[in-house]
């Protein structure tokens, strides 16, 4: 396809960054960790703050101007300064089975790639989510546990979790 890419978002962008987190929600709720309600009650504040995260590298995927699709390279608390998870993953239904799943995870790889500080990746989806394994596995990763979770949809199931290490 034609006039596909990808941006990283600013500060300024956290409301296009909202629309997106419920959009992704609200279509694919058993995928997530957020319910669209969760997302929509959110303080414009945690917006703002996760964009504005220095450790925090947020991915927008256009066609032409419209967005249709995101990834981030994101740093939790608990985690350690080399460490970044990528997650949010995401792309609209209507422009599934391209592979731009995949450009936005090697477009979060290369973006850690490039940030010598960053060592490890790691990565998560459903249980059942095999598109997602699928691009995970094709991108490198190796499985190295799983963790249970209450998804958006609020069903209790099992994330799996995946690990690459980048240098």
């Known amino acids: 396809m034609k006039n596909i890419y990808i941006r990283k978002l600013e500060k300024d962008d956290w409301k296009l960054f909202r629309a997106m987190r419920i959009e992704m929600v609200t279509h694919n709720p058993e995928c997530f960790l957020e319910s669209a309600d969760q997302a929509k009650s959110r303080p414009d504040e945690r917006w703002i703050s996760e ?7 947020l991915f927008m995927l256009y066609n032409k101007e419209l967005p249709v699709g995101f990834a981030g390279n994101f740093h939790f608390g608990e985690m350690k ?13 209507r422009y599934r089975g391209n592979n731009f799943a995949l450009q936005l995870v090697n477009f979060c ?5 490039a940030d010598k500080s960053i ?3 790691g990565i ?4 059942n989510n095999n598109a997602s394994k699928s691009v995970i596995l094709r ?3 190796i499985p190295i546990g799983e963790i249970e979770y209450i998804f958006g949809n609020g069903e209790k199931d099992i994330s799996l979790k995946y690990e690459k290490i980048i240098r």
């Open 124 to 127: 998560g989806h459903r249980r």
């Open 119 to 121: 060592s490890h990746m």
């Open 139 to 141: 991108c490198g990763f």
């Open 109 to 113: 790889l290369d973006y850690a790639l």
């Open 51 to 57: 964009l504005s995260n220095p450790k925090n590298a």
């Open 81 to 93: 300064d080399h460490e970044r998870e990528i997650g949010m993953l995401y792309v609209n239904p």
